[in-house]
Nanobody
Framework: QVQLVESGGGLVQAGGSLRLSCAAS????????LGWFRQAPGKERGFVAA????????NYADSVKGRFTISRDNAKNTVYLQMNSLKPEDTADYYC?????????????????WGQGTQVTVSS
């Protein structure tokens, strides 16, 4: 299994940027497909971005395309979410998730392991 710990959340003004990090403790990090999901109060958890084993394939929700970038550094056992041009509607708790040997799907139920989440608040 793999342990995931997110960091980098906080308060930012609209139009600003944040970079979220998710550090993994597993010894087989490169064997995991990784994704970012978010959930706002009163709303269902939604897909944000996902990345394949070697980083060659990425998928993004339409709402974040052109603004967010997912990347991974397998040597550091870390996946990142660079968030630019943030909007108030991006406010949510952000979670990283992992699935072993999977494709970077948009369905949270495909992922086996989840971090504790990090809060992102974007003010108007």
């Amino acid at each position: 299994q793999v342990q995931l710990v997110e960091s980098g959340g906080g308060l930012v003004q609209a139009g600003g940027s944040l970079r979220l990090s998710c550090a993994a403790s597993g010894r087989t990090f490169s064997s995991y497909t990784l994704g970012w999901f978010r959930q706002a109060p009163g709303k269902e958890r939604g897909f944000v971005a996902a990345i394949s084993l070697n980083g060659g394939i990425t998928n993004y929700a339409d709402s974040v395309k052109g603004r967010f970038t997912i990347s991974r550094d397998n040597a550091k056992n870390t996946v990142y979410l660079q968030m630019n041009s943030l909007k108030p509607e991006d406010t949510a708790d952000y979670y990283c998730a992992a699935r072993i040997f999977g494709i970077p799907t948009m369905n949270g139920y495909d992922y086996n392991y989840w971090g504790q989440g990090t809060q992102v608040t974007v003010s108007s």
